[in-house]
């Protein structure tokens, strides 16, 4: 049972990068799925997740409006659309799912890392100005 993160690499800012998440070993179809990054010298932060059935989308503030997160069940893959990236957002970005979320679970709860019980690996993202 593993997620695997890929997609990262080095870009000027202004330019867009998309993420990809692919779960294996078991079914991820009902699990929350969230992205997560974390800058050289800080601690990991919550980017974005979408709920269980796909039909809310949470972010934060500093990536709203330029990052998109979908999913493609049939796939078992998670994606995360970066545009507009900026030097801030440089980091290892890491995807999380959590079997255990209630279908009812709302942004406060999708964006604690504690709730994720299983992690890909991360993969780099560098952001030039």
């Known amino acids: 049972v593993q997620l695997q993160a890929s997609g990262g690499g080095s870009v000027q800012a202004g330019g867009s990068l998309r993420l990809t998440c692919v779960a294996s070993g078991r079914s991820f179809r009902r699990d929350l799925m969230g992205w997560f990054r974390q800058a050289p010298g800080k601690e990991r932060e919550f980017v974005a997740a979408?709920?269980?059935?796909?039909?809310?989308?949470y972010y934060s503030d500093s990536v709203k409006g330029r990052f998109t997160i979908s999913k493609d069940n049939a796939k078992y893959t998670v994606y995360l659309q970066m545009n507009s990236l900026k030097p801030d957002d440089t980091a290892v970005y890491y995807c999380a799912a959590d079997s255990n979320a209630i279908l009812s679970a709302g942004p406060d709860y999708s964006s604690r890392q504690e709730n994720y019980e299983l992690w890909g690996q991360g993969t780099q993202v560098t952001v030039s100005s």
């Open positions: 979408i709920s269980r059935t796909g039909g809310s989308t």
